[in-house]
């Protein structure tokens, strides 16, 4: 049996340990190819392509236009690529109201193959023109969307997506790479660990102010970059805290395991603004898998990915963050629990093979429509 021919053109695959999700696809009987842009650039830096797992496909580096912007970026090679690859299937790991994904759904149009895209828009914001008609012709040339999030399919439907819908999350974890460690013997000292952006969304300030208000012994390990680094590191000397926080930058992605390791919490404390919410909080079960004990805020997704596995407060309440950090504190058997609770949560839900399994289920899907609408017509 011949085997599906796919492409994937992913900005977010710079990332070495993402690649594992590239892995699992051809695994499951995909001949397939990644293309990513020599790096990305955004707001917490730029993130330069690693080829850490590229078992079983081929990973390739292709040129990027307008680096950095989101709804213009695009790759001008892409359609002599996809003449030369002929895949069955396009999928544009890109939101559909960018240029880029309705280049490549055209591209894959003129050659025969079936498009379909990934959005984790969970705000519904109407776009100017042209971008609101890139939008709704992407629509019509997807049989199948993917959704990161159910408020992202529900958007979808909002605006006006008529195709099928699969929700699944972009990335799983591997539970094998991403797994709890002999904990060294307790003592009175909360390691508390914050990974992410380091941007006024991400709500690293209130962390901050809830560290504060802590009594007894902590520290904070916090790993990121962005454009609040500076503002953050001045008011933890303003707090008067500054010798209890490391600064760790960015760590690379197939070294966060080593990162959660060292930590008894991992906070996630998003609040949403105007134009975003959380759309998902990759770090929160990447530090699950390891045994981290999480606390997140309300807001966006994060609540449905904790579950019951581990604790919420109202986002941009700091004095609540640090009720749940000082209960982790004083009851460690409580923070024990939580870490049970989270690796199975994990392995129940998000594994990288399932996300790879549920990705590919849609592929096909597209596919069978695909091949019914000619058959039609």
């Not at 995909?30 to 790096?39: E, N």
């Not at 099928?164 to 009175?188: K, L, M, N, R, T």
Request: proline share 5%.
């Amino acid at each position: 049996m011949q085997l599906m021919r796919v492409v994937m053109v992913s900005k977010a695959l710079v990332v070495g340990a993402y690649q594992r999700k590239a892995e699992e696809i051809a695994r499951l009987g995909v001949a397939l190819t990644v293309l990513t842009p020599p790096a990305w650039r955004d707001r917490r830096g730029c993130q330069v392509t690693q080829a850490r797992h590229t078992d079983g496909y081929t990973l390739r580096v292709i040129p990027i236009r307008f680096n950095g912007n989101f709804h213009l970026h695009h790759y001008p090679t892409l359609a002599r690529e996809l003449a030369e690859l002929k895949p069955d299937l396009l999928h544009m790991d890109e939101e559909p109201y960018n240029l880029a994904t309705w280049l490549g759904l055209r591209a894959a149009q003129r050659s025969g193959a079936v498009g379909l895209y990934f959005t984790w828009q969970n705000l519904y914001r109407r776009y100017p023109p042209p971008f609101s008609w890139i939008e709704q012709v992407n629509y019509r040339r997807a049989p199948v969307a993917i959704a990161g999030n159910q408020d992202a399919a529900t958007v979808l439907r909002r605006k006006g997506y008529r195709g099928e819908i699969s929700v699944i999350p972009q990335f799983g974890v591997d539970p094998v790479w991403f797994a709890p460690v002999h904990a060294p013997p307790e003592g009175g000292s909360l390691r508390i660990g914050y990974a992410g952006g380091l941007l006024a969304e991400k709500g690293v300030d209130l962390l901050l102010r809830a560290c504060a208000m802590l009594r007894g012994e902590w520290r904070l390990q916090i790993a990121g970059e962005g454009e609040q680094r500076q503002m953050l590191i001045q008011l933890a000397y303003e707090l008067g805290i500054a010798d209890r926080v490391n600064w760790r930058g960015r760590v690379d992605s197939t070294a966060m395991p080593g990162f959660y390791h060292g930590l008894d919490v991992l906070a996630a404390p998003s609040r949403a603004t105007p134009t975003w919410k959380e759309q998902f909080g990759r770090v929160l079960v990447e530090a699950m898998a390891c045994g981290v004990a999480v606390i997140g805020s309300d807001s966006g997704e994060i609540p449905n990915v904790i579950g019951d596995a581990g604790l919420l407060f109202a986002e941009g309440d700091a004095s609540a963050l640090a009720m749940r950090l000082q209960r982790l504190h004083d009851y460690p058997e409580e923070r024990r629990c939580l870490t049970m609770a989270g690796r199975e949560r994990v392995l129940a839900h998000y594994t990288m093979t399932d996300v790879a399994e549920r990705t590919v289920a849609a592929y096909a899907r597209a596919l069978a429509l695909a091949t019914t609408q000619r058959a039609v017509l």
